[in-house]
């Protein structure tokens, strides 16, 4: 015959009391409320804990008693590596990890790619209140957040008139920045910006498109630019507009090459972000082109990319838009009504802006 093999048993928050001749609501308020505890009781019910080899309270059961998942949910309308690779992203990211962090609680990424239509990530995640970041209004996951009895916040896009939310004022950034390029005399002026909709198109965009886009912070800049552009004399519906499904510099670059292609006389490019602006940019060394001399470029953001190449953007505080986002989340049970954090932009003109060229300026294109 084998030996016998003896396991011992975990200990449990009953044992644990039995030992320490305390109340179980005692062990509790050590993991659970310490502030309930003197520092020397508390010390001396975790090493007896780790000593018996007590886990401490189980989550699970714990949620399930409190009805709080201890977590805050942030939705994504990208793959989840979109998080940690898009610098806007990143630094939202990290401002949203700091309030949480300020509040105790954990952060849970919840990826919503705008091709998958299945949302059963929305409704499986066990989180107290949900950070929506920078969806479109007709986005699926959306309608699965919404439709959850917990808080949401809204990071940027939809404007939801029922739902607390946390953005900028694009319309204003974008008309100084429209206004700054046109004061420097250019006429002749494209437009690169970021998707339009949850369907791929990688192109020239047409008026109705932008109208009816259902990403609004990118509408909300192309009617900015619309209106100052039309203020100024320039015909919008002339102005050449090529949008990107993809958040990258290569793409970036390739819409830049597009668009120049087909409008040699553009002298200024306009980009709805700076991640597309740096591929501008590429684009035109690539071409030869001196920036700024023959062609100016704009961006939008303030990421640190913008700030090595010097580029004339609007600069909007992304971590600080985290930050916020979390901390209107986690204060939303104090209100009765939405509320709206509206963070201040600042326009910098960096060294990829200048006056048009002139004829004693050829352009070299290719």
């Known amino acids: 015959m084998g030996r016998s093999i003896h396991v011992r048993r975990p200990a449990t928050l009953a044992s644990l009391a039995a030992e320490l001749g305390v109340s179980r609501t005692t062990v509790s308020n050590a993991y659970n409320r310490p502030d309930q505890l003197s520092p020397e009781l508390r010390e001396r019910v975790l090493q007896t804990a780790e000593r018996l080899g007590y886990p401490g309270p189980d989550p699970v059961a714990r949620s399930l008693r409190t009805r709080k998942a201890g977590a805050a949910g942030l939705l994504l309308t990208e793959n989840l590596s979109y998080a940690f ?3 806007g992203a990143v630094n939202f990211l990290e401002g949203l990890a700091l309030g949480c962090e300020d509040a105790g609680v954990g952060l849970h990424l919840v990826p919503a790619s705008p091709l998958r239509e299945d949302v059963a990530a929305v409704h499986r995640a066990g989180v107290d209140g949900f950070v929506v970041y920078s969806v479109p209004d007709d986005d699926p996951h959306l309608a699965a957040v919404l ?12 404007k939801l008139d029922d739902v607390d939310r946390v ?26 910006c970021m998707r339009l909709g949850r369907e791929r198109n990688d192109g020239f965009v047409r008026i109705d498109r932008q109208n009816s886009a259902h990403y609004h912070v990118q509408q909300r800049r192309l009617t900015a630019l ?4 039309s203020a100024a004399g320039v015909d919008w519906s002339k102005v050449p507009v090529v949008e990107r499904f993809e958040h990258s510099s290569a793409q970036g670059e390739s819409a ?34 001196r920036v700024p001399i023959d062609l100016t470029v704009t961006g939008f953001d ?6 090595r190449v010097e580029l004339t953007t609007v600069r909007q505080p992304l971590k600080e838009k985290g930050r916020a986002a979390a901390e209107l989340l986690l204060s939303s049970a104090d209100r009765t009504g939405p509320k709206l954090i509206t963070l201040d932009t600042e326009l910098v003109i960096g060294a990829t802006s200048g006056p048009p060229r002139t004829a004693e300026q050829p352009w070299f294109g290719p």
């Open 256 to 289: 830049a090459a597009q668009l120049l292609d087909a409008y040699p006389d553009v002298t200024a490019l306009v980009c709805t972000s700076d991640i597309l602006a740096v591929g501008a940019l590429q684009e035109a060394k690539r071409r030869g082109l």
């Open 85 to 87: 690779s898009d610098p």
């Open 302 to 307: 303030g990421i640190a990319d913008a700030d």
């Open 226 to 229: 619309a209106k100052a552009f």
């Open 147 to 158: 439709s959850r009895p917990v808080p949401a916040v809204v990071c940027d896009q939809p």
């Open 167 to 192: 953005g900028i004022d694009d319309e204003v950034a974008t008309t100084k920045l429209a206004e700054h390029v046109l004061g420097l005399g250019h006429r002749h002026i494209g437009v690169l």
